[in-house]
């Protein structure tokens, strides 16, 4: 039998890891979550914090919304993050997994939406409603305010892929760093 030498042994175990790798996630990917079923009078009535606004931006399971009008609850910033569906894992973990649920709320970008909020500003599938499919029985309630410079701002979303790459970047770029002076260092005798 031939001598497999070391740097061939460790291409090919870096090989099949990598197969190994893009398998496991093809197949978490391919799981899709179950539809959510929501109950007949659900909708953002009867929710703590009820706005209009437009989807400006979503980020790791939270969507940053455009505050038109508020319907209820307290007074709200001109831009608010929710929590819209589960919180995703951290750069670079969210490469290989993602979180979902059913009831998870699927936002378009650039779309106008009632939303239905809990206090802790996080919503669902099962609270928000379309408005270019709002039915015409859903008219804004007494007491409608515009957003406020003080307002509420939302959940907390968690940091821009720019930044967590960036923070990673850093901490490789420290640990590479003391391995080269480590191994520089003098030897003692």
Known sequence: MGEVHRPELVAL?????LVLALVATWLVG????ASASCAADAGPPGSPIIFVGTVEDQRGGY???SV????DGPDLASEVWVLSGQEQPPFPLNLF????SSVDADFVEGERYLVG?????STNACTIQEMST????LAPPDGVRQPTADGA???????SPVVQGLSVGVVVVLLVGSVVLWRRRPASR
């Open 30 to 33: 391919a799981v899709a979550p």
């Open 134 to 137: 709002a039915p015409a029985d």
């Open 117 to 121: 909020a809990c206090d802790d500003f």
């Open 13 to 17: 175990l870096l090989g099949r890891a």
């Open 97 to 100: 997994s993602a979180v979902s």
């Open 153 to 159: 701002e939302g959940a907390d979303p968690p940091l």
């Open 68 to 71: 038109a009008e508020v319907w």
């Open 63 to 65: 969507t940053r919304f």
